[in-house]
C-alpha cells in the first residue's frame, strides 16, 4: 500500500487537474490516457481510492494546523 499511496502522491502532483478529474468519478478518455502516460507506475482503476485517502489526510493535518493557529492567536490576544 506505501508503494502505491506514494505514487499517487507523486502523480498528483504532477498532474493535479487529471487527478481531481478521475477522483470526481469522470471516466473520459484523456484524464486517463493522461495518467497513465504521465504515470506509469500507477494502477487508475484504483487511483481514486488512493487520491481520495491522500485527500483526507492533507484535509486533517490542515485543520489541525488551523486549530493550533487559533489557539495561539487565543493566548497572545485572549480578548475582551
Known sequence: ?????ISVVKCFI???VDSVRLMLGSYESRPMESIKVHCSEVEV????????LF??????????IMYLFFYAIKIVYPGP
Open 55 to 64: 485527500m483526507a489526510i492533507l484535509f486533517v493535518v490542515l485543520c489541525a
Open 1 to 5: 500500500m506505501g508503494s502505491k499511496f
Open 45 to 52: 482503476e484504483s487511483y481514486g481510492f488512493y487520491a481520495g
Open 14 to 16: 504532477k498532474r493535479p
